[in-house]
């Protein structure tokens, strides 16, 4: 195998690359999102963020914390979607974008099935499947606009009704856009609003 194409097989193990979460969030965002600035949180390989750009004409900045997936994610812009390495919203500005999309890592941590990678990384929300949700919705409003909305993908595993809860005490209101049922859980899309 050449050995620039086993290093990007290397880089994929290590991203996140779109699954039916992702689907579910890009539809679900891109039906609803009327704003100009747009930011992903956790981006993974882009797949979200360019379908948003490319959907909506919205200008796209796309983070992430794993290096590989920013690289990844500035490789799959064709839309031009800035690409920042980032650990949540902590570097942008207030009241930067008029809509912020997160597919957080919620699965519940699973002894048995630990890795010590980015891949874990991605996947993994602690104990309870909420240790990126909580501080993610503890800061998110910092960075919305006046009238903005953050379009939140959350499984039942992780509990919808604890993280509603958290978006409240935070000041936000929660719809749910969307729901897709699997035979391991169920997805659901919150808009949430300040």
């Known amino acids: 195998m050449p050995k620039d194409l086993a290093e990007r097989r290397g880089v994929e193990t290590e991203v996140y690359q779109p699954a039916e979460d992702s689907h579910l969030l890009a539809e679900s965002a891109c039906a609803d999102i009327e704003g100009e600035r747009v930011l992903e949180?956790?981006?993974?390989?882009?797949?979200?963020?360019?379908?948003?750009a490319a959907e909506t004409g919205a200008d796209v900045?796309?983070?992430?914390?794993?290096?590989?997936?920013?690289?990844?994610?500035?490789?799959?812009?064709?839309?031009?979607?800035?690409?920042?390495?980032?650990?949540?919203?902590s570097p942008f500005r207030d009241g930067a974008f008029d809509a912020?999309?997160?597919?957080?890592?919620y699965l519940p941590e699973d002894a048995a099935a630990a890795r010590d990678d980015w891949m874990?990384?991605?996947?993994?929300?602690?104990k309870d499947g909420r240790a990126i949700i909580d501080p993610f919705l503890d800061s998110v409003g910092r960075v919305l606009a006046p009238g903005g909305a953050v379009?939140?993908?959350?499984?039942?595993?992780?509990?919808?009704?604890?993280?509603?809860?958290?978006?409240a005490d935070n000041g936000f209101s929660a719809v749910a856009l969307r729901d897709e049922s699997f035979p391991?859980?169920?997805?659901?899309?919150?808009?949430?609003v300040l």
């Not at 900045?61 to 919203?89: I, K, M, T």
């Open 184 to 192: 391991f859980e169920t997805l659901t899309v919150l808009k949430l």
């Open 41 to 52: 949180v956790g981006t993974g390989s882009g797949y979200v963020a360019e379908r948003i």
């Open 120 to 126: 874990e990384v991605a996947l993994t929300g602690g």
């Open 151 to 167: 379009y939140l993908l959350v499984s039942s595993l992780t509990g919808v009704d604890e993280v509603v809860d958290r978006a």
């Open 61 to 89: 900045v796309a983070s992430d914390l794993n290096p590989h997936a920013c690289e990844q994610a500035r490789e799959r812009s064709e839309h031009g979607v800035a690409v920042v390495q980032a650990d949540l919203v």
């Open 100 to 105: 912020v999309v997160f597919n957080p890592p």
